[in-house]
Nanobody
Framework: QVQLVESGGGLVQAGGSLRLSCAAS????????MGWFRQAPGKGREFVAR????????YNADSVKGRFTISRDNAKNTAYLQMDSLKPEDTAVYYC????????????WGQGTQVTVSS
């Protein structure tokens, strides 16, 4: 099994930046994909970005393209989400997730980290 721990959330003004980290432990060799999702108050969970663990191939949601960048450091078993040009509508709890059984089936989730963007 894989365990995930997020860090790096906080309060930032609109236009600012934050970097989230997601440290994986356990059977990390089984990871196909790492993804970031978010959930704003009163809304459903939204996909943000994902990265293929072996190739580094990335894909972002349209809502964050050009502003957010997902990356990973395989040696540290850590995925990152660099968030620039933040907007108040980016306010949410951000979760990282791992797909360990198939490339797009996220079966392991972190505890979440709060990101608040003030206007």
């Amino acid at each position: 099994q894989v365990q995930l721990v997020e860090s790096g959330g906080g309060l930032v003004q609109a236009g600012g930046s934050l970097r989230l980290s997601c440290a994986a432990s356990g059977r990390t060799f089984s990871i196909y994909t790492m993804g970031w999702f978010r959930q704003a108050p009163g809304k459903g969970r939204e996909f943000v970005a994902r990265i293929r663990w072996s190739t580094g191939n990335t894909y972002n949601a349209d809502s964050v393209k050009g502003r957010f960048t997902i990356s990973r450091d395989n040696a540290k078993n850590t995925a990152y989400l660099q968030m620039d040009s933040l907007k108040p509508e980016d306010t949410a709890v951000y979760y990282c997730a791992a797909a360990t059984r198939s490339p797009d089936n996220y079966d392991t989730w972190g505890q979440g980290t709060q990101v608040t963007v003030s206007s």
